[in-house]
């Protein structure tokens, strides 16, 4: 009986044992030493390709096109003629023009006359009731008053009627040279909307509906593209940029900053439940230094603007920093190396504090001493591509986790790691416990 109790006792041991290495085990990670690098923040964005200066050539008045001297894809100079509008019915309103400031002028010189007659007619009645009262009666001289009164009256309309006339031919005359369009700036017509023959007619209520054509400044090009809100207040004037164009893969483009924009652009983006958010985008302009010759307006570009750079920095690789609960303790406990036996006795602690200790989340990493990784809060800077710049909580050499996602995820505090094989490095859990020497 002693003997069959003696093997039971063996077989409990043995799965006691089993389990207990296996909650021994050590995850396998992979190991960094915080160390010092050169680090450039940058924000990306995308947008398009302008020129930075481009016209939109309207038409000012209504008529059928009876010329267009240019084709898409040329280049123009200041002045040179672009479009004809049929300029019959404005010739017409020219000539009326004309025929009524001639008829005015003629009106104006017989008032004119009319009134300088008055004139002297009210001055010799007033002359004769002052010298001879009798030979001129008081209704006479009245009269005389008043038909000076009148005539002078009817001069200043004819006055009026000429200046009147005057513009109106002015206005038929404007009108009449706004059937014929030049270029309004030396540059490529990117953009020609009509064609001989159709009617030209006003943008009043739409740009898009007056349009006959645009004219763009090529010399300077300019990618403009949309910041996210978060990243624009980190952006200044001139600062460096990488312009990739899709047209030109093979190539990268250097520009800087010329324009921030001051107000937002607000767009719609639908979300998955449904419901719309408004994404708050900024418009930013970035001349390119030396843009390529067949270069064209509204071609996709992606700009990496450099925000920030830093020489020499201690750095943690961004996968490595993680957020867990933890609690404010004083420094020497925070360094304090962390054993499974504290580990054990944390919970008790923590009920025994209460609310004196609250915990909270913080950003920090898991730091690696004597196979044991302990989560100490740091405090990061610029972000580059890959790491972090470290402010607070870290000294240059010490260990840290620093993959994989995975196993960082999971990590417990105080949990026992140990370096990942190299043939191993995507590994998540490590499967075998930790040799003991």
């Given at each position: 009986?002693?003997?069959?109790?003696?093997?039971?006792?063996?077989?409990?041991?043995?799965?006691?044992?089993?389990?207990?290495?296996?909650?021994?085990?050590?995850?396998?990670?992979?190991?960094?030493?915080?160390?010092?690098?050169?680090?450039?923040?940058?924000?990306?964005?995308?947008?398009?390709?302008?020129?930075?200066?481009?016209?939109?050539?309207?038409?000012?008045?209504?008529?059928?096109?009876?010329?267009?001297?240019?084709?898409?894809?040329?280049?123009?100079?200041?002045?040179?003629?672009?479009?004809?509008?049929?300029?019959?019915?404005?010739?017409?309103?020219?000539?009326?023009?004309?025929?009524?400031?001639?008829?005015?002028?003629?009106?104006?010189?017989?008032?004119?006359?009319?009134?300088?007659?008055?004139?002297?007619?009210?001055?010799?009645?007033?002359?004769?009731?002052?010298?001879?009262?009798?030979?001129?009666?008081?209704?006479?001289?009245?009269?005389?008053?008043?038909?000076?009164?009148?005539?002078?009256?009817?001069?200043?309309?004819?006055?009026?009627?000429?200046?009147?006339?005057?513009?109106?031919?002015?206005?038929?005359?404007?009108?009449?040279?706004?059937?014929?369009?030049?270029?309004?700036?030396?540059?490529?017509?990117?953009?020609?909307?009509?064609?001989?023959?159709?009617?030209?007619?006003?943008?009043?209520?739409?740009?898009?509906?007056?349009?006959?054509?645009?004219?763009?400044?090529?010399?300077?090009?300019?990618?403009?593209?949309?910041?996210?809100?978060?990243?624009?207040?980190?952006?200044?004037?001139?600062?460096?940029?990488?312009?990739?164009?899709?047209?030109?893969?093979?190539?990268?483009?250097?520009?800087?900053?010329?324009?921030?924009?001051?107000?937002?652009?607000?767009?719609?983006?639908?979300?998955?439940?449904?419901?719309?958010?408004?994404?708050?985008?900024?418009?930013?302009?970035?001349?390119?230094?030396?843009?390529?010759?067949?270069?064209?307006?509204?071609?996709?570009?992606?700009?990496?603007?450099v925000t920030d750079t830093r020489d020499e920095a201690l750095s943690i690789p961004i996968i490595a920093l993680t957020v867990r609960e933890h609690e404010d303790?004083?420094?020497?406990?925070?360094?304090?190396?962390?054993?499974?036996?504290?580990?054990?006795?944390?919970?008790?602690?923590?009920?025994?504090?209460?609310?004196?200790?609250?915990?909270?989340?913080?950003?920090?990493?898991?730091?690696?001493?004597?196979?044991?990784?302990?989560?100490?809060?740091?405090?990061?800077?610029?972000?580059?591509?890959?790491?972090?710049?470290?402010?607070?909580?870290?000294?240059?050499?010490?260990?840290?986790?620093?993959?994989?996602?995975?196993?960082?995820?999971?990590?417990?505090?105080?949990?026992?790691?140990?370096?990942?094989?190299?043939?191993?490095?995507?590994?998540?859990?490590?499967?075998?416990?930790?040799?003991?020497?």
């Open positions: 009986g002693s003997a069959a109790d003696g093997r039971a006792a063996i077989a409990v041991g043995g799965v006691f044992t089993a389990r207990q290495k296996k909650a021994n085990a050590a995850t396998e990670v992979r190991f960094e030493q915080v160390g010092r690098k050169d680090l450039v923040a940058a924000v990306t964005a995308s947008g398009k390709i302008e020129p930075e200066t481009k016209v939109d050539v309207s038409a000012d008045v209504t008529g059928r096109i009876l010329k267009i001297g240019v084709k898409e894809g040329d280049l123009v100079r200041k002045g040179q003629f672009l479009i004809q509008i049929d300029p019959a019915q404005f010739e017409g309103a020219v000539k009326r023009g004309e025929a009524l400031l001639s008829s005015s002028q003629a009106s104006l010189l017989q008032s004119q006359a009319n009134r300088d007659q008055s004139a002297r007619q009210l001055t010799r009645a007033l002359e004769l009731q002052k010298s001879s009262p009798n030979l001129i009666s008081v209704e006479a001289v009245e009269q005389a008053q008043q038909a000076a009164d009148v005539a002078k009256a009817v001069y200043q309309t004819s006055l009026d009627q000429v200046e009147q006339a005057r513009a109106a031919l002015k206005e038929a005359r404007d009108n009449l040279a706004r059937t014929t369009l030049y270029a309004p700036i030396s540059g490529r017509v990117t953009r020609l909307a009509v064609e001989e023959g159709e009617v030209a007619v006003p943008g009043t209520f739409s740009r898009e509906t007056g349009l006959l054509l645009t004219v763009a400044d090529m010399s300077t090009i300019i990618a403009k593209v949309q910041v996210d809100e978060t990243d624009v207040v980190r952006l200044a004037q001139g600062d460096s940029v990488q312009v990739t164009i899709d047209a030109f893969p093979d190539t990268t483009f250097v520009g800087r900053v010329s324009k921030i924009s001051n107000s937002a652009k607000l767009s719609s983006t639908s979300t998955a439940g449904g419901s719309t958010d408004k994404a708050v985008d900024f418009d930013v302009e970035v001349v390119l230094v030396a843009p390529p010759a067949d270069i064209r307006p509204d071609l996709s570009c992606t700009a990496r603007i303790l004083p420094l020497e406990d925070t360094n304090a190396k962390a054993t499974p036996a504290s580990q054990g006795a944390k919970p008790a602690a923590d009920t025994a504090a209460g609310a004196a200790r609250k915990k909270k989340e913080r950003e920090g990493v898991f730091v690696v001493r004597d196979g044991i990784a302990t989560f100490r809060p740091v405090k990061v800077g610029v972000a580059g591509d890959e790491y972090f710049e470290v402010l607070d909580g870290l000294r240059g050499g010490e260990t840290i986790v620093a993959g994989t996602y995975q196993a960082i995820r999971d990590l417990k505090d105080g949990a026992k790691v140990k370096e990942a094989k190299p043939d191993q490095g995507k590994g998540g859990k490590g499967k075998t416990e930790e040799k003991r020497s």
